[in-house]
């Protein structure tokens, strides 16, 4: 995070001052007024978004053979549920696709909203669709999901790649 926040402020790396926090991401102290921060990680690589606007980050290796069906009733509701069990053909994709999406929302609320929505309360096929006031920009390489959701549709995107101390690929957005 240090680096790339040299990168895109163009201040030294020992500036930044971070608060660790259990089971959540840090928050850093002393970013620039009106600069929202996303984080997430999966299998090895860490992905950061770095925004103007309320954002969400969420990046998922999908590799695991998994109960999806059943996974799928934890986080959707009857109704994505449904649309869910009518696609069979891509299940696989789909989940992860709708779980990104929702994440990714959940992680741009304000953490006074996150605390009173569950993700089966997120309606992911309104953001795949992008019919909310949400802006959902999806990827995928390879066999790693994607999803950013953000408040005010971006101008601009950089998307740079670095390798971490352990040879670990960082992606990093940016708008």
Same mark, same amino acid.
């Given at each position: 995070?240090?680096?790339?926040?040299?990168?895109?402020?163009?201040?030294?790396?020992? $500036?930044?001052?971070?608060?660790?926090?259990?089971?959540?991401?840090?928050? +850093?102290?002393?970013?620039?007024?009106?600069?929202?921060?996303?984080?997430?990680?999966?299998?090895?690589?860490?992905?950061?978004?770095?925004?103007?606007?309320?954002?969400?980050?969420?990046?998922?290796?999908?590799?695991?053979?998994?109960?999806?069906?059943?996974?799928?009733?934890?986080?959707?509701?009857?109704?994505? +549920?449904?649309?869910?069990?009518?696609?069979?053909?891509?299940?696989?994709?789909?989940?992860?696709?709708?779980?990104?999406?929702?994440?990714?929302?959940?992680?741009?609320?304000?953490?006074?909203?996150?605390?009173?929505?569950?993700?089966?309360?997120?309606?992911?096929?309104?953001?795949?669709?992008?019919? $909310?006031?949400?802006?959902?920009?999806?990827?995928?390489?390879?066999?790693?999901?994607?999803? +950013?959701? +953000?408040?005010?549709?971006?101008?601009?995107?950089?998307?740079?790649?670095?390798?971490?101390?352990?040879?670990?690929?960082?992606?990093?957005?940016?708008?």
């Amino acid at each position: 995070m240090r680096h790339a926040f040299n990168h895109h402020f163009q201040r030294c790396e020992n $500036e930044w001052e971070f608060i660790e926090r259990p089971d959540s991401p840090p928050i +850093v102290s002393n970013l620039p007024k009106n600069i929202y921060i996303s984080l997430s990680h999966s299998n090895g690589l860490i992905c950061l978004a770095i925004s103007g606007s309320p954002i969400g980050i969420d990046i998922e290796a999908a590799t695991k053979h998994r109960d999806f069906l059943t996974l799928a009733k934890t986080i959707m509701s009857d109704d994505e +549920v449904n649309y869910y069990i009518q696609n069979a053909s891509t299940h696989a994709d789909l989940f992860y696709r709708m779980w990104c999406a929702k994440e990714a929302y959940y992680k741009a609320l304000p953490s006074s909203e996150q605390s009173a929505t569950s993700l089966d309360k997120i309606f992911s096929p309104a953001l795949l669709e992008n019919k $909310e006031s949400w802006f959902l920009l999806e990827g995928k390489i390879g066999h790693i999901v994607l999803a +950013v959701v +953000v408040k005010n549709y971006p101008k601009k995107i950089d998307c740079n790649y670095y390798l971490t101390t352990s040879n670990q690929l960082q992606v990093i957005w940016t708008q």
